[in-house]
């Protein structure tokens, strides 16, 4: 048994595709059924039910996946360990990132990174959105993600898009709204829409008042969104609205499953750029751009559908 068959066991588990986890482990399909039907034929039992409603977990497949979480990070630890004293040091890359989604794609390329740099350790620095890319031009973090990649300056950063996310309509499950297939200016009558401020993130301010802006008469637009959880409890009890990217959307159903709905809108082709981005002349640059693509990799996992090719 190796290492690699219980990754591969691991990421089964929670895909439960052959076909995706074939890909994301560079395998064939095929390739990928002989490995399990032969780890299983070792084993003696079956870690998976395979039948006309896919694939599913048996009780002693659950059971020998928990298992193989624990061998796979004592293997990794193990690693780290190794290349620590080998090498008689740790190297460190600090990433600067907005809580969402960044936190998601950080936490998931970290997994990713340490497997191939297991002696580099990536410290997570959270900064207010509209801090973020401050940091990095001031050198407070070697690296960031970043919702405005635009507003760095280009001839100083490397900049390698993630996400491009597109904004949709935000609104607790129990809104008329939330039952519709889309939402179209006219949909938004009367109805009181939260809004970032215009110090917090501008474009985003301006991207929501220029869609609304048609209907600004009949619409109450409230200027006073300063961070990612404030809009929750409003739009939760007393019914308000929000425009935000998707990808925000889904931080918001991860935590409070079931709460929320998001619709997307029509009318509406601005989208939010997420990045990653470094100074050129940084002397991590090759340590940077493996994290960068590890970071991509991670984005193809967490959002599929709205990741940069």
Same mark, same amino acid.
């Given at each position: ?29 095929? /390739? ?43 293997? %990794? ?13 740790? !190297? ?17 390329? *970290? ?23 401050? /940091?990095?031009?001031?050198? %407070? ?64 301010? !301006? ?38 990217? *998707? ?29 990653? /981005? ?13 994290? /960068?693509?590890?970071?991509? %990799? ?12």
């Amino acid at each position: 048994m190796q290492i690699e068959q219980l990754e591969e066991i691991i990421d089964l588990s929670e895909t439960l595709s052959f076909t995706h986890t074939a890909e994301r482990m560079h395998l064939s399909q095929p /390739a990928l059924s002989k490995r399990v039907k032969r780890l299983e034929r070792d084993l003696g039992f079956s870690i998976f039910q395979r039948d006309q409603n896919g694939v599913q977990l048996t009780e002693m497949g659950s059971r020998f996946v928990l298992s193989a979480h624990k061998v796979v990070q004592a293997y %990794r630890e193990m690693l780290q360990e190794a290349q620590r004293f080998s090498r008689g040091k740790t !190297e460190k890359i600090s990433v600067g990132f907005i809580w969402t989604p960044g936190a998601q794609l950080l936490e998931e390329a *970290r997994k990713l990174f340490s497997v191939k740099h297991p002696f580099v350790d990536v410290e997570m620095v959270n900064f207010e959105f509209d801090l973020v890319n401050k /940091a990095l031009v001031e050198g %407070r973090v070697d690296a960031i993600i970043t919702g405005c990649p635009e507003d760095l300056p280009p001839k100083m950063c490397e900049i390698a898009e993630l996400i491009a996310d597109p904004f949709c309509l935000f609104c607790s499950i129990g809104h008329p709204l939330a039952k519709l297939d889309y939402v179209t200016l006219q949909d938004l009558k009367h109805e009181t829409v939260l809004n970032v401020s215009r110090s917090y993130w501008p474009r985003h301010n !301006e991207t929501v008042r220029n869609y609304l802006e048609p209907e600004a008469s009949n619409i109450e637009i409230i200027d006073t969104v300063n961070d990612i959880n404030t809009p929750t409890m409003l739009i939760k009890t007393d019914g308000y609205l929000t425009i935000a990217p *998707r990808v925000l959307c889904l931080y918001y159903e991860e935590r409070a499953p079931g709460s929320f709905a998001y619709v997307p809108l029509e009318g509406i082709d601005e989208q939010t750029h997420i990045a990653v /981005a470094w100074k050129r002349d940084n002397a991590k640059h090759e340590l940077l751009e493996g994290l /960068a693509a590890e970071l991509k %990799r991670a984005a193809k996992i967490l959002f599929p559908g709205e990741h940069c090719e």
